[in-house]
């Protein structure tokens, strides 16, 4: 890798360890390998939002041009978000697409992502699902993008309606992610649900 | 919205001029001293006395500055660093911190007074890719040497204008060409006789031209 990008993830990193959001645990960086080609990011979910109290993981992969070019960002943790793949976690934001600068650092992306996590941008979707289900019916939304926290990133607060559904669907020999996807995306609804798992 | 862009800078870049006015004119050289402790510390990297050095770091690398250029935003970089930004975007030149419009020639260059070399940092570092330009070909400027303007001949200086330097190419393949066909061949008859005919059609257009 090109000097110049190393010298600068490794200031990067230990920016972002000693800054004041890492003291209060919102944001956080760990090596993957020694090489600082490849990082763990971790946010924290903003209060006030369905991800508040969870905490998300993401694969941080930087380029032999950075940061002349963004680092290649995507939630590992699944997330039930409009401008987040709930499938593969790739994320659809302007900073790490054509609007990136080279002044950004790690800390500025964590930062970024933690709010966009706050501010959803359901006319620029990532996952046409989930936007409409934003648009359309925010409050299952709000509930959905909860319970998948709860399911996925730590957050103790569950929902026992929507936990028994997908139980039942187990029940049936669906596995339980394949069962929260289709019940997030038929908007909890048990027939459609089944009806587009076994069609 | 640029009115926005340039608040930013100007807060951000009130720092360091507050810092060095307060310095004084007077305690110069305790200022250039500390300055150069500071250059030391950045080197290091450590970090233990990033709050004053941060001031004079480059925006891209993270690093004191060098060969320093700063834009009309106010923000520092490292000349080659914001070269290779600028190369990497060419059609959508901003700046790397506020997003401003920036472009090579509206940045300054900061020469310390320490440094020895005082060469614009512009023209020292990556230098630029000289333009590709090729000269047009030279056949319109020669018909006019054979005093041929009477107008009605346009066409005519076309189809001058290509003959000679017909001929003349054949006679370069033949004096220079890398494989002159060996005499005897097919190719060495053909040639010759090609040769021939094109020689006496120049003789019979130059007679033409001349009683003409």
């Not at chain 1, 996590?117 to 019916?137: I, S």
């Amino acid at each position: 890798m090109a000097n110049i990008a190393i010298q600068r993830i490794k200031r990067e990193f230990k920016e972002v360890i000693k800054s004041d959001e890492a003291q209060k645990c919102a944001i956080n960086v760990e090596l993957v390998g020694d090489d600082y080609r490849e990082l763990r990011g971790e946010i924290a979910g903003p209060p006030d939002t369905p991800y508040e109290g969870a905490t998300f993981h993401l694969e941080i992969k930087v380029p032999e041009t950075y940061p002349f070019n963004p680092p290649k960002v995507k939630f590992v943790t699944k997330i039930w978000h409009p401008n987040i793949s709930s499938v593969t976690g790739a994320i659809c934001l302007d900073i790490l697409k054509d609007q990136w600068a080279a002044a950004m650092t790690l800390r500025t992306v964590l930062l970024s992502l933690q709010a966009l996590l706050a501010a959803a941008e359901p006319d620029d979707p990532q996952d046409a699902v989930v936007a409409r289900q934003f648009k359309e019916n925010h409050a299952l939304f709000l509930q959905t993008a909860q319970y998948w926290s709860h399911v996925h990133a730590g957050v103790p607060k569950g929902n026992s309606e929507f936990s028994n559904k997908v139980r039942c669907l187990m029940d049936m020999g669906v596995g339980e992610h394949q069962a929260l996807v289709a019940l997030s995306s038929c908007n909890w609804d048990m027939d459609r649900a089944i009806e587009q798992l076994f069609s | 919205m640029s009115s926005e862009h340039q608040n930013l800078p100007v807060s951000a870049s009130l720092r360091s001029p507050a810092r060095m006015a307060t310095a004084g004119p007077s305690s110069t050289s305790d200022s250039r001293s500390e300055s150069s402790n500071n250059a030391s510390g950045g080197a290091e990297g450590n970090g233990e006395d990033a709050t004053d050095n941060s001031n004079f770091e480059c925006n891209i690398c993270l690093d004191t500055a060098k060969d320093a250029v700063i834009s009309m935003c106010g923000h520092l970089f490292c000349w080659p660093c914001l070269h290779q930004w600028l190369e990497t975007r060419p059609n959508n030149q901003t700046c790397p911190v506020c997003k401003a419009a920036i472009s090579r020639e509206k940045v300054i260059p900061l020469y310390g007074r320490g440094s020895g070399n005082q060469q614009d940092p512009r023209d020292k570092l990556p230098p630029r890719p000289p333009g590709q330009r090729t000269e047009p070909e030279p056949h319109n400027g020669f018909m006019p040497g054979f005093g041929f303007g009477d107008g009605g001949g346009f066409q005519f200086h076309f189809g001058i204008g290509a003959f000679p330097f017909g001929i003349f190419t054949t006679f370069n393949n033949w004096g220079a060409g890398a494989v002159p066909p060996a005499p005897g061949t097919q190719q060495y008859q053909e040639e010759r006789f090609l040769s021939q005919v094109l020689m006496a059609m120049a003789l019979l257009f130059l007679l033409w031209l001349i009683l003409v």
